[in-house]
């Protein structure tokens, strides 16, 4: 069943919206960088299906793409957290409603490490110290004698904040926290780098190996996969949103209706993430 909740509070505005959603410019769908492969994929296809459309797929973080909605400049966001109550107050201010949210995708963040990294599993817990700088050698999680070296997303990254909020439970990044402007340029810092340690989206692991994940002590460790993130076991899991302004209409709602049909959902599966439902 599609998740589509919204809120609509100036039906007059919809027209507008719906004749905005799509003009010479094509329609432009901007955010998360997590989320921008398996949002040009999505929008390849749809171009291919409907000759003459045209979708602009562009990143820039989940913040980035959530400023472009509340100011206008895009159609869509692409996030890989829920928007804020601020965010969402902000919307409200300008345009009498507070945004429609759309379920389109599930992703297992993944923690990347080095492939020579013997380090096999870590807890919530563990997890939580070293980015928050209360273990600093990997010899304290059972690994070699050598300092933890860390790299995250910039703080305009729906990760950074999903990250932050469910893993560090609000707490502060270390100040030697290295970070990078986008889940690539973690996996390839990560891979370059025996000692390094990455969070990023499931589809970007390459080069680097998934470390097993354990809610706590008593709990499994569990990698990230298809089955694992479908049933809940693996504890890292989120979902990928898009947003709009009003109820999609128009050009924004078959682009959306089609990301939402089998084959969009199939497509997420492809490019290594998982269907909503």
């Known amino acids: 069943m599609r998740r589509l909740h919204h809120v609509i509070t100036a039906a ?42 045209i979708i602009q797929v562009t ?15 895009t159609e869509i966001c692409m996030a890989s957290r829920p928007m804020k109550a601020d965010e969402k107050r902000k919307l409200r201010d300008r345009y009498q ?9 599930k992703d297992g963040l ?6 020579q990294n ?72 990560v891979a370059k780098d025996p000692n390094g340690i990455g969070y990023g989206g499931a589809a970007y692991a390459k080069g680097v190996r998934d470390c097993a994940v354990k809610k706590d002590a008593s709990s499994p460790a569990v990698l990230p996969s298809a089955a694992t993130i479908k049933d809940g076991s693996y504890p890292v899991t989120r979902d990928l949103y898009l947003y709009t302004r009003l109820k999609p209409a128009g050009e924004a709602k078959k682009f959306i209706d089609y990301v939402l049909s089998t084959e969009g959902q199939s497509l997420a599966t492809q490019v290594g993430y998982f269907p909503i439902r």
């Open 12 to 53: 007059a505005l919809a027209a507008t919206f719906a004749g905005s959603a799509y003009g010479a410019r094509g329609l432009t769908v901007k955010g998360s960088d997590t989320m921008v492969i398996l949002g040009q994929r999505w929008a390849e296809q749809y171009m291919n299906a409907n000759p003459g459309r």
């Open 59 to 73: 990143g820039g973080g989940s913040g980035t793409g959530i400023a472009a909605l509340i100011n206008g400049t």
């Open 97 to 105: 409603s507070m945004g429609v949210e759309i379920a389109v995708a």
């Open 110 to 115: 993944s923690i990347y490490l080095n492939e």
């Open 118 to 189: 013997p380090v096999k599993e870590l807890s919530f817990e563990q997890l939580r110290d070293i980015y928050t700088g209360a273990i600093t050698n990997w010899k304290q999680v059972g690994g070699s004698d050598a300092q933890i070296v860390l790299y995250g997303r910039e703080n305009s990254s729906g990760t950074y904040v999903y990250f932050k909020d469910n893993v560090l439970l609000g707490r502060d990044y270390s100040a030697r926290c290295q970070t990078l402007p986008g889940t690539a340029a973690v996996v390839n810092a």
